[in-house]
């Protein structure tokens, strides 16, 4: 059996192992968070450049240019 003078001493002991535990459950998830971010932003990293207008096309919203809204949706 462990011996300890004071209940204190179990107290600290006991506090520093949940520290010592939080902060190890705290670091999983965020490498967890940061392995789904990465899977998340691929795409975005990899995608060649959108070329610019051209000198007669009006300039258009991302939203628009990317195909995300039709001609019947603007108006």
Not at 30 to 47: E, F, I, Y
Request: glycine share 6%; hydrophobic share 35%; with cysteine.
């Amino acid at each position: 059996m462990l011996y300890l003078p004071e209940p204190r001493h179990f107290l600290e002991l006991l506090l520093a192992t949940l520290h010592g535990e939080v902060l190890s459950l705290i670091q999983a998830m965020l490498q967890v968070l940061d392995c789904d971010l990465q899977v998340l932003l691929h795409p975005l990293q990899h995608r060649p450049p959108h070329p610019g207008p051209g000198p007669d096309q009006p300039r258009v919203s991302s939203w628009c240019s990317e195909g995300w809204c039709s001609e019947n949706s603007l108006g």
